[in-house]
């Protein structure tokens, strides 16, 4: 997107009352490379009264955020998508983001770089959810001793239906019991943790799941 474009955006978000924006970019070094993310910021900042941009970018170096860090962003955002190492290199397969370690200690990396706020998640359902569960709490509380704090928010979509898929090609499909389960268990685990809910679900477990933990 343009400037213009993305500032037409923005003024449409907040004439709905928006202050607190995400920015999501893909890792393309070629179309997307951090220079454009930056300038897309400045480019927010600038068309109105958004107070927060929060940042979805792929794992990069100290370096990088500490660039992102100087613009003032609000949360970083990654999720390590699977913390089941098997799974996750057979997931990314030939790709800079196929670097398992490269990818589990990014927020780190951008912690030591001066930015406080990180967040986390996992897509529930490419592994068995318990494991996912106490790695992700064991991910925060390393965090918590090496960093001094740990994850700001973390985030628990789940594979849902859709276009050119199957549910049943994925064999660690989550149920609605289960998903309320995980969402309670982090919930005491992680009690002073934000916790995203993915708008993916219906309109009767996003409300379900607020009384279960959900911020």
């Given at each position: 997107?343009?400037?213009?474009?993305?500032?037409?955006?923005?003024?449409?978000?907040?004439?709905?009352?928006?202050?607190?924006?995400?920015?999501?970019?893909?890792?393309?070094?070629?179309?997307?490379?951090?220079?454009?993310?930056?300038?897309?910021?400045?480019?927010?900042?600038?068309?109105?009264?958004?107070?927060?941009?929060?940042?979805?970018?792929?794992a990069t170096s100290v370096?990088?955020?500490?660039?992102?860090?100087?613009?003032?962003?609000?949360?970083?955002?990654?999720?390590?998508?699977?913390?089941h190492k098997p799974t996750?290199?057979?997931?990314?397969?030939?790709?800079?983001?196929?670097?398992?370690?490269?990818?589990?200690?990014?927020?780190?990396?951008?912690?030591?770089?001066?930015?406080?706020?990180?967040?986390?998640?996992?897509?529930?359902?490419?592994?068995?959810?318990?494991?996912?569960?106490?790695?992700?709490?064991?991910?925060?509380?390393?965090?918590?001793?090496?960093?001094?704090?740990?994850?700001?928010?973390?985030?628990?979509?789940?594979?849902?239906?859709?276009?050119?898929?199957?549910?049943?090609?994925?064999?660690?499909?989550?149920?609605?019991?289960?998903?309320?389960?995980?969402?309670?268990?982090?919930?005491?685990?992680?009690?002073?943790?934000?916790?995203?809910?993915?708008?993916?679900?219906?309109?009767?477990?996003?409300?379900?799941?607020?009384?279960?933990?959900?911020?």
């Amino acid at each position: 997107l343009t400037r213009q474009q993305i500032q037409s955006e923005v003024k449409i978000l907040e004439s709905l009352g928006h202050k607190r924006l995400a920015l999501e970019v893909g890792e393309d070094a070629l179309n997307a490379p951090l220079e454009y993310v930056l300038d897309a910021i400045d480019w927010i900042y600038e068309a109105g009264d958004i107070r927060r941009i929060n940042v979805n970018i792929a794992a990069t170096s100290v370096e990088d955020y500490r660039r992102l860090k100087e613009k003032k962003i609000g949360t970083y955002i990654l999720f390590q998508e699977t913390y089941h190492k098997p799974t996750y290199e057979q997931l990314h397969p030939q790709s800079l983001k196929g670097n398992y370690e490269r990818q589990l200690f990014a927020h780190h990396r951008a912690m030591e770089a001066g930015i406080e706020d990180v967040g986390g998640g996992v897509l529930f359902g490419l592994y068995d959810y318990k494991f996912e569960v106490l790695a992700m709490v064991q991910h925060n509380e390393h965090l918590e001793k090496h960093r001094g704090c740990g994850f700001h928010t973390v985030s628990v979509p789940r594979l849902k239906k859709a276009p050119g898929m199957e549910l049943d090609q994925f064999a660690n499909g989550v149920s609605d019991f289960e998903f309320k389960k995980i969402v309670t268990v982090l919930r005491l685990a992680l009690p002073y943790t934000g916790i995203i809910l993915s708008t993916r679900e219906t309109e009767e477990m996003r409300t379900d799941l607020i009384q279960h933990g959900v911020s």
